[in-house]
C-alpha cells in the first residue's frame, strides 16, 4: 500500500521532506521491519540531514496516524512497518535479529476457536516465534553454544 502526500494531509500531518523522506525510505526498504535507527542510518547514506529525535518524532506521528506499525520483540528493540491490509505473524532470529513474515490461516483459525471457547471477543493479537534463520552462521553460532545444565 503506498501512502501518498493527500493520505498525509488526511491523517492530520502536514507535508514535510523529512516525512516524505522516511515514508519513501519504509515504502521501498529491503528489509520491511526498521528500527529508527534503521531509518536515520539510511537518510544519513542518502545524503538527507534529518537528525535521530525527528525520525523518533514522525515514526511516532505515523503510528498513531495508522501508517506504521510498531513491532516490540524481545530484544527490546522496536521496528516499524508500513502498515498492511493483511494481517501476518512473525519470524525473528535470535542470533541475527532477521524478521520474517508469515501467513498461516490454520494458525488464525485457531486463535479465534480459542477466543470463542472462552467467549471472548478478539481485537487483534500478534504472534512472534522465536528461534534460529536458515543462515549458516546463525546455525553455527546455536550449534557452537553450551546446553544449559539440568
Known amino acids: 500500500m503506498a501512502f501518498t502526500n493527500k ?14 523522506k522516511i515514508l ?4 521501498n526498504a529491503e528489509h520491511h521491519h526498521m528500527s529508527a535507527e534503521d531509518v536515520y542510518k539510511a537518510l544519513a547514506e542518502q545524503g538527507e540531514d534529518v537528525g535521530l529525535a525527528t525520525v523518533y518524532r514522525v515514526l511516532t506521528q505515523f503510528e498513531q496516524a495508522g501508517i506504521v506499525e510498531r513491532h516490540n520483540f524481545e530484544n527490546n528493540l522496536s521496528v516499524f512497518e508500513i502498515a498492511q491490509e493483511e494481517h501476518h505473524d512473525h519470524l525473528v532470529c ?4 532477521k524478521i520474517e513474515e508469515f501467513h498461516n490461516e490454520i494458525i488464525e483459525n485457531e486463535q479465534r476457536n480459542v477466543a470463542d471457547k472462552y467467549n471472548f471477543k478478539l481485537s ?27
Open 94 to 97: 535470535d542470533v541475527c535479529g
Open 7 to 20: 493520505d498525509l494531509r488526511k491523517a492530520g500531518l502536514k507535508v514535510t521532506l523529512p516525512r516524505i
Open 24 to 27: 519513501e525510505l519504509l515504502e
Open 124 to 150: 487483534g493479537h500478534s504472534l512472534v516465534l522465536y528461534g534460529v534463520c536458515s543462515n549458516e552462521e546463525c546455525r553455527k553460532t546455536l550449534e557452537n553454544k553450551p546446553s544449559p545444565q539440568k
